[in-house]
């Protein structure tokens, strides 16, 4: 078995209207119980807005720490779900469903060292 990170590219700006965050929510959810019940199922969670990051950056001997995101971007991560699957193809199709319930591209990697 491989894990991969299923990582959601979420547009930047406010969140949509409930009326239409809470259909997505909702698929969202079951997507998450399908893979739990498939025994793929890792780890997943929500991220806040990248104005609630803090950066570490290596500055010689120093590290300089500064509010924001790393890069100001359209785009950004806003969640991500870890899968263990046996191939590229199986994390694909969670993927898949996964970019389907969130309406967001979704990008799959593999995490390094686990058996890829």
Do not use: C
Not at 47 to 54: H, I, K, Q, V
Not at 62 to 78: I, R, W
Request: aromatic share 6%; proline share 10%.
């Amino acid at each position: 078995m491989a894990q991969y990170l299923l990582s959601i590219q979420q547009p930047a700006g406010d969140p949509p209207a409930p009326e239409v965050l809470g259909p997505i929510m909702r698929d969202v959810t079951r997507v998450d119980d399908e893979i739990r019940a498939a025994g793929a199922w890792v780890f997943a969670a929500a991220l806040f807005p990248p104005a609630t990051a803090t950066v570490l950056r290596p500055a010689g001997d120093d590290v300089l720490v500064t509010d924001g995101p790393y890069a100001e971007g359209k785009e950004h991560v806003g969640g991500f779900t870890v899968v263990d699957v046996p191939d590229l193809d199986a994390a694909l199709e969670w993927g898949r469903r996964l970019a389907r319930a969130t309406t967001l591209p979704v990008e799959v990697r593999p995490v390094a060292g686990n058996g890829v």
